[in-house]
Each structure stands twice: as structure tokens, then as C-alpha cells.
């Protein structure tokens, strides 16, 4: 079963460390992606970023958070084994391979690429996983020798239904 307690954990930060950071760089311009870095004893927050493409158009939420992460001193960064990787969107293949070259063996995130394409008009993703990799939506191997991905919204599907009807209407 799902851990409620990290599920509870994961949609605070997005709500409040990653939304108020997004929505001031979407208000500049950039578009709605996130991401947080989480050690994984405490479950504290390491960092908090978002997109900022209007700078460098490399800068994903996830990409730009890794950037972030790896401009802290190297005394406050922690193994990225022993941290949580969290985005608030499925990570497109730019992402994945991000988060694969620096070491994190997970990751979690809240909206699907189909969620981006269908409610937020971003179908970027999804056409470069078919015209790049000929993948199909969901055909990228999400847990593999390197990482083992989680949405958000299949663990809330796997729970109990009082907790489950508690964590949807989040």
C-alpha cells in the first residue's frame, strides 16, 4: 500500500514550496513545471524550483532544480541516493535523462504527460517521445536499473477510499 504520510508530504511541498515559486515565473513568462528536491530520513526540503525557459530554454523545472541543487556547497547538498526527486509533471526525456545522469534512483511527480497535453495545451512531451523514440504515451520503461518513477495520482488511486476521497480533494 501507499505511504499517505510521504503522499501527504510530496503535495505540501508542491502547494507550497513549488505553486508560489511556478506561479511567479509563469506571471514572467515561463511555463507551470516544478520540482523539489526531498531527503529521503526526514523528508525535509532540500530545494524548490521551477521553469525558467525564458532565460535558457534548457531550464525545465526539473533540469533548473538539478542546476540549482548543484550550485549549493557541497556540505548542504545531500547523495542524491538518499533523496527524493519530486515534479509537479511528468518529466519529458530531457528530464529523465537528468535526473538518470545525476544519480537519483526516484522519482514522483503529479500530472501525466497526457494531463500536460490535454489540461494544460503543453503536448510537447508527448510528441518527442513518438517523432524521437517512436515511444507511444506511457512507453518509456518507468522503472528500470536506473530509477524507479511514482505518480502521484496512481498511489492516491491505490488507497482505502476514505483516504482516498481525503487526498483527491487536495
Not at 516544478?34 to 532565460?55: F, P, Q
Not at 515534479?87 to 535526473?99: D, G, K, M, R, V
Request: charged share 30%; hydrophobic share 40%.
Amino acid at each position: 500500500m501507499a505511504d499517505v504520510s510521504l503522499i501527504n508530504r510530496l503535495l505540501d511541498v508542491i502547494e507550497h514550496d513549488i505553486v508560489p515559486r511556478t506561479a511567479e515565473s509563469v506571471a514572467h513568462g515561463n511555463k507551470l513545471f516544478g520540482a523539489a528536491i526531498l531527503r529521503k530520513d526526514d523528508r525535509s526540503l532540500v530545494l524548490a524550483e521551477t521553469n525558467n525557459e525564458t532565460e535558457n530554454p534548457l531550464w525545465h523545472g526539473e533540469v533548473h532544480c538539478l542546476k540549482r541543487f548543484y550550485e549549493m556547497p557541497q556540505a548542504e547538498r545531500v547523495d542524491t541516493k538518499d533523496a527524493i526527486f519530486l515534479a509537479t509533471h511528468e518529466p519529458c526525456s530531457l528530464c529523465l535523462s537528468a535526473i538518470t545522469w545525476t544519480g537519483f534512483d526516484n522519482f514522483y511527480y503529479l500530472f501525466s504527460h497526457e494531463d500536460s497535453r490535454d489540461s494544460f495545451a503543453i503536448p510537447h512531451d508527448l510528441k518527442i517521445l513518438k517523432e524521437v523514440f517512436t515511444l507511444d504515451p506511457g512507453g518509456y520503461n518507468a522503472e528500470n536499473a536506473y530509477w524507479k518513477s511514482f505518480s502521484i495520482r496512481r498511489l492516491v488511486r491505490s488507497l482505502p477510499e476514505a483516504e482516498r476521497r481525503r487526498l483527491e480533494t487536495r
